[in-house]
T-cell receptor
């Protein structure tokens, strides 16, 4: 049973446009969410996070939105650049309510076309 | 810091052979995690350690899998005997604490033929 779901295996976006990657979760105990980025032949690297007390967190071109009632979060990349082409993993943890390890989704492969 | 170091980067072995994957976490990180990445299941947690002690191994698929952390700077994941369905990329990650996030190694790509 997938507790963290990324229903789009892949996404293609034109350079300069907005990329929106979506993630849904089922465990209501999750209270801390992260996005990781992975290039081929490398391990995932931390990109941005958000705790459940917020509904938005921004870091440069990257913004994560959290909708707790819908159990949904999204990552917005504006503007998209060719170097953003990678696999993006959504991850969740019950950090404040049990300190559990991160649970990852299956990932979404983003291709930014020049 | 050199980051999380995994070895080997690639391993090709025959079915039935023993495979040992190695991980050196970042110095000062007290949590270590082993994940497996497959197309079907994405990144799934196999086992994790806090202060060298195994906390949760419920993700280990079968008794053929075992993991140890004899000290703060070294961990192994062993598969004995290996099977073709074990073919995947295995990642080790370490963390100072949960809110800092995890630092992943580059992974070991295992192919069992």
């Amino acid at each position: 049973d997938q507790q963290v779901k990324q229903n789009s295996p892949s996404l293609s976006v034109q350079e300069g446009r907005i990329s929106i990657l979506n993630c849904d979760y089922t465990n209501s105990m999750f209270d801390y969410f992260l996005w990781y980025k992975k290039y081929p032949a490398e391990g995932p690297t931390f990109l941005i996070s958000i705790s459940s007390i917020k509904d938005k967190n921004e870091d440069g071109r990257f913004t994560v939105f959290l909708n707790k009632s819908a159990k949904h979060l999204s990552l917005h990349i504006v503007p998209s650049q060719p170097g953003d082409s990678a696999v993006y993993f959504c991850a969740a943890s019950a950090f404040y309510s049990g300190n559990t390890p991160l649970v990852f989704g299956k990932g979404t492969r983003l291709s930014v076309i020049a | 810091d050199a980051g999380v170091i995994q070895s080997p980067r690639h391993e090709v072995t025959e079915m039935g052979q023993e495979v040992t994957l190695r991980c050196k976490p970042i110095s000062g990180h007290n949590s270590l995690f082993w994940y497996r990445q497959t197309m079907m299941r994405g990144l799934e947690l196999l086992i994790y350690f806090n202060n060298n002690v195994p906390i949760d191994d419920s993700g280990m698929p079968e008794d053929r899998f075992s993991a140890k952390m004899p000290n703060a700077s070294f961990s192994t994941l062993k598969i004995q005997p290996s099977e073709p369905r074990d073919s995947a990329v295995y990642f080790c990650a370490s963390s100072r604490d949960r809110i800092s996030g995890y630092t992943f190694g580059s992974g070991t790509r295992l192919t069992v033929v």
